[in-house]
């Protein structure tokens, strides 16, 4: 199955937002078939077939998710990151301030849902499917 070395490598290739199509196929053709991101510290879950998964250390210090979710201020930055205007870093403190707590990518649904504090779903996107 896939490694966090090998997770660390596709996710590098990764710039902004205009890159997440690419990645997922990359880590789909490792054997991820889901993952949970958590932004207060960058950690993330990968899940495989046969209930494999691995948990990626933190990346950062951590950061403070606002208590409350403003949907709209983050729907407007998320926008601007998929279309390449913030790299990885700002995308994570904005998706903090506006009140996302983690993501979960699903690549057999390839959708992304984001999720506030106390797990209500916020939004949930299709992935382009750029094979």
Known sequence: MFTEAQIKHA?????SGAD????????ISLGVISYDVYVADGH?????TNEYEITTTAKYENL??????DTESFKTGLKSH???ETDYNA??????????EKWV???QK???SYYDKTGNEILVEQIPNNK
Do not use: N, R
């Not at 996710?11 to 710039?15: G, T």
């Open 44 to 48: 993330s879950e990968y899940h495989g």
């Open 105 to 107: 990518v699903d690549t």
């Open 64 to 69: 403070f998710v606002a208590d409350s979710c």
């Open 91 to 100: 995308f994570i403190a904005m998706s903090a301030k506006f009140g996302i």
């Open 110 to 112: 390839m959708s992304c």
């Open 82 to 84: 998929q279309q390449g």
């Open 11 to 15: 996710h590098s290739k990764v710039k």
């Open 20 to 27: 997440f199509p690419a990645y997922i196929q990359e880590i």
